[in-house]
């Protein structure tokens, strides 16, 4: 009685243990449940450091991108790294990893099919939301090595077969030998433990960084699981590959469920039995043998949920924004928009228009017009890719989008900034001529170099871009290109007010070519001394009167 007495408090306890690591448990799902719930049609608040976000690049830097791609100058023209970082709201690195490779193309392949996904995600909250916490249960870690293990299995840690089979053979030979000499065999069976030990320890010091991977792949198909059990008809196609495919990936989980577990557990049977028999060694064969055979399925099944994690985070982002239209794509030469915006500018001024495709936009600095030409390339970006538009509507010519806007000197190839803006601007003049439509934003052509040289330069590139079937959209203070090249192009402009204390912008797009210019009063606005304004504003002067400068 009194044993069985020790034995029921002992179970006690370990109950109350349970019950405690079960309570908490649920609460700690409780939270992250409703943090998922608050933060979905928000903007997400960024979190994560340069390694983190280094690390989501790397899907789209190893696997090969169908179709084309916003190329770097552009992305970083337009400033997509800090878009990308206001419109994701993943729960996974395999989301961060999709989205951002998904953030680097043109064009959607299938719009269609995106809109009913992304309008499922928004109306079913509840399906979004489990599935949202299956997501994260899947984990983010920071240059995690699943990507390169889908993409080339090969890059799986090598381990040698034949010491693993020679450790088998010898355990199961002291097993035999125990059988029929005791004394020597309990000697042969503790000498191939300890063999099997080390052999354990080396191969599983190898296979380690493999793991976290591991893990992450077998939480990534719990994950289908939800999204099969779920059935959303947005996604049948996609259910009905993971359903079909969810067999293999039973055997694939299993064996690195048990890989992973060896590798930390405190099981000291289970220990032993898989060091003595080297099963490791043959669970981690087989299961290396079995991605590589299913390689195009696990990929499959990682962009599948990155496609999901996408779709919802697209639908949050439309939360959050005041208003957004679906871009109307049309096949002729007009951009008409209503109330477009800058994705990024938190109280932005809208602009309504109708143009035609060769623009040029004047203005005074600050006035506003480099802003408007990327807040036209983004949305022409974000219709085509996300079919969302931040305006009331926007009717456009779906084609890629290229820029050369924010250029400097590149240390590395040694190009001072004028070459580095000679080459970009013949990248898009070759882009021009080539048979596929495209949208071209540029802004101050040749700044690098002297006014003569960049007003020639300028108008023939100008008037070669306006003989070719493409957007054309220049930023300028160079009133002299309006005025040379007005009849191949429009001509818009942003104005300023300028009163004793300040300089005043409405940001509003107005027709024709500006008036004025602000650099000499910026240097009153920011404090400098009264005599060299006025100097200066004197010099200029003459030389808008004479056409020469004067000997100082």
């Given amino acids: ?56 690049k790397k899907y789209y830097q190893q696997k090969k991108t169908d179709g084309p791609t916003i190329d770097d100058i552009t992305f970083n023209d337009l400033n997509m790294d800090e878009i990308f970082k206001q419109v994701k709201n993943t729960q996974s690195s395999i989301g961060d990893e999709y ?18 996904a992304v309008q499922c995600m928004s109306e079913q909250a509840e399906a979004r939301e489990k599935l949202q916490f ?32 020679l450790v088998t053979v010898v355990g199961i030979g002291s097993l035999i030998w125990l059988a029929v000499d005791i004394d020597y065999g309990i000697l042969a069976v503790c000498m191939s433990f300890c063999v099997g030990l080390i052999l354990f320890s080396i191969v ?58 060896i590798s930390g557990s405190s099981n000291s049977l289970m220990m032993i039995i898989t060091s003595y028999f080297s099963l490791y060694g043959y669970a981690y064969f087989i299961m290396v043998k079995l991605f590589q055979k299913y390689r195009s399925e696990a990929l499959k099944l990682y962009e599948t949920i990155g496609y999901i994690e996408l779709c919802i985070s697209i639908a949050s982002y439309r939360e959050s924004l005041p208003y957004y239209c679906l871009p109307n794509f049309n096949d002729n030469d007009k951009v008409t928009f209503e109330e477009i915006v800058h994705p990024l500018l938190k109280e932005p001024i ?76 013949k990248r898009l003049l070759k882009i021009a001529e080539s048979k596929e439509y495209a949208m071209i934003f540029m802004d101050e052509m040749f700044k690098g170099t002297n006014m003569i040289e960049r007003i020639s330069a300028a108008s023939i590139i100008l008037k070669k871009f306006a003989d070719l079937d493409c957007f054309i959209c220049l930023a300028t203070h160079d009133v002299e290109l309006s005025r040379i090249l007005g009849e191949r192009y429009e001509n818009y402009h942003f104005r300023e007010v300028v009163t004793e204390d300040d300089i005043l912008f409405d940001y509003t797009l107005q027709e024709g070519v500006t008036t004025g210019s602000n650099a000499i009063k910026l240097l009153a606005y920011c404090h400098y001394d009264q005599e060299i304004v006025d100097q200066a504003e004197k010099y200029a002067e003459n030389y808008r009167l004479s056409g020469e400068w004067e000997k100082l």
């Fill in 99 to 116: 989205s951002y490779d998904f953030f680097r193309r043109q064009k959607n392949p299938d719009l269609t099919h995106f809109e009913a």
């Fill in 1 to 56: 009685m009194e044993v069985i007495g020790i034995y029921g408090i002992l179970f006690g306890i370990v109950g109350i243990f349970f019950l405690i690591y079960t309570y908490f448990l649920y609460r700690k799902n409780l939270k992250i449940k409703a943090r998922i719930k608050a933060e979905y049609g928000k903007k997400p608040e960024w979190k994560l450091d340069e390694r983190d976000y280094a690390s989501m």
């Fill in 204 to 261: 599983l010091r190898k296979i380690y960084q493999a793991f976290e991977a591991l893990g992450m792949f077998t939480r990534m198909v719990r994950a289908a699981k939800v999204m099969v059990k779920l059935d959303l008809p947005a996604f049948k196609e996609e259910t009905d590959q993971l359903r079909k495919n969810l067999k293999v990936f039973k055997n694939i989980t299993g064996l690195a469920d048990y890989i992973v577990q």
């Fill in 350 to 425: 809208p602009n309504t228009r109708s143009m035609g495709n060769k623009v040029l936009i004047t203005g005074s600095n600050a006035s506003g017009k480099s802003t408007f030409a990327r807040t036209l390339a983004i949305n022409a970006i974000f219709g085509q890719l996300f079919n969302t538009c931040l305006a009331k509507s926007f009717s456009f010519k779906p084609c890629a989008v290229y820029s050369s806007m924010n250029l400097k000197d590149d240390i590395v190839t040694g190009d001072s900034f004028y070459m580095a803006e000679i080459k970009s601007l």
């Fill in 134 to 165: 299956a997501f994260y249960r899947i984990g983010r870690k920071t240059n995690n090595q699943l990507v390169e293990l889908l993409l080339e299995p090969s890059k799986f840690p090598k381990i040698a077969m034949l010491p693993i089979i």
